[in-house]
């Protein structure tokens, strides 16, 4: 058996500068050196240069070589990272009828069918990567993101723990493992699960962006703050932390700060949703509030975020609170941002009860009442909720 070239023996040995280089001195010595090209293919892949990749196994086609296995393997990843699914399952079923399948086939084929949101299709194929390579983290974190899905709890604890004990760098594995734990209502865990990921990766904004989340729910508004400064730190052009940042000035009533953090995005012409929405907040909090600014500022935020409820919901809210005061055709406006936020998710109970209120103020009390009616019959409906539908609806007996 021929030894491996030393550019594939430096790639799977994690040395990809010493891979490239000794990829590139062979494809010089000959341009038909497929598994030169595919290695540099291979590279580009983790470099993320997409159209690269596609060029160099171009290449190995025409050397003869795109029927070899890691050609095969080089192409599915490829179109794995293009959402070119079809494709990549198609390639990755190919290889798991060779006689001895590559463990990258199983992992590759347990990635897509979780990307295409198909656990219980993914979970066999992952467990049998973890089996064949139990040493690699990032199969036993797959796995685990399949098994949680599959609400196999306990086993998938057991492979982030792995995940991260083979890997104690891999900032997902500390996230999905984190999130694990909110779900479950083990906030403190969360925590500090959470901050021994920002120790071994001080750097990762999800960290500092879940970390931040997990104290806010812990009432934690301080240590909130402090991991959304550390993030802005971390990224200081990003809109997304400054965003966030600025909502959480709100949260302490730094008003003026908060306006500053949107008034920079503005400037750079990168305003959100949520910038715009912290904006309306600021406005509706300051004495007296600037009723004008603030609505002005929500409409904003519902254009530039199509799919959020909230900045609807908070619009409407707010022409509802106006219109209350003068005669009943007063609160009409609040209905199509109301409507808006209503369809924008269906399931929320908000919405529901501030459309009520207005249709009982238009005097549509039939409608109301149907409105609550339907709200009430939801099992789901969470008690704060209930209990608040329950009262409108008496008013209107």
Known sequence: MNAAPRYETLFKAGDLEGARREALLARERSALDWRALLTLARLALVDGEDALAGS?????????????????????????????????????QTLLAEPEPPTEAYFGLGYVRMEQGDATAAQPALSKAVALEPRVALHHFQLARALFLLDRMEEAFAHLERSLHLDPWHAPSYLVFA??????????????????????????????????????????????????????????????????????????????????????LEARGLSTGLSRSVEALVFEAVDPPDVQRALAAWREAVRLSPDDWMPAWRLGLLLLRQGEAGPPEAVAPARAPLEEAHRRAPHRPEPVLALARMEALLGERDAAKERLTVLLRKPSLEPEWRERAQALLSELD
């Open 56 to 92: 160099l196994l171009l290449g190995v086609s025409r050397a003869g070589a795109d029927t070899q296995p890691e050609t095969r393997l080089v192409a599915a990843a490829l179109h794995t990272r293009r959402g070119e699914w079809p494709q990549a399952l198609a390639l990755y």
């Open 179 to 264: 999130r694990a734990l909110e779900a479950g209502g083990e906030l403190e865990a969360a925590e500090d699960l959470l901050r021994q990921g920002q120790k071994a990766v001080p750097d990762d904004v999800g960290l500092l962006k879940a970390l931040s989340d997990v104290r806010l729910a812990r009432g934690n508004v301080r240590g909130a703050v402090s991991a959304a400064e550390a993030r802005v730190r971390v990224e200081p052009e990003g809109v997304a932390a400054l965003g966030h940042l600025a909502r959480l000035r709100v949260t302490e009533r730094r008003f003026v700060e908060a306006l500053e953090l949107c008034l920079q």
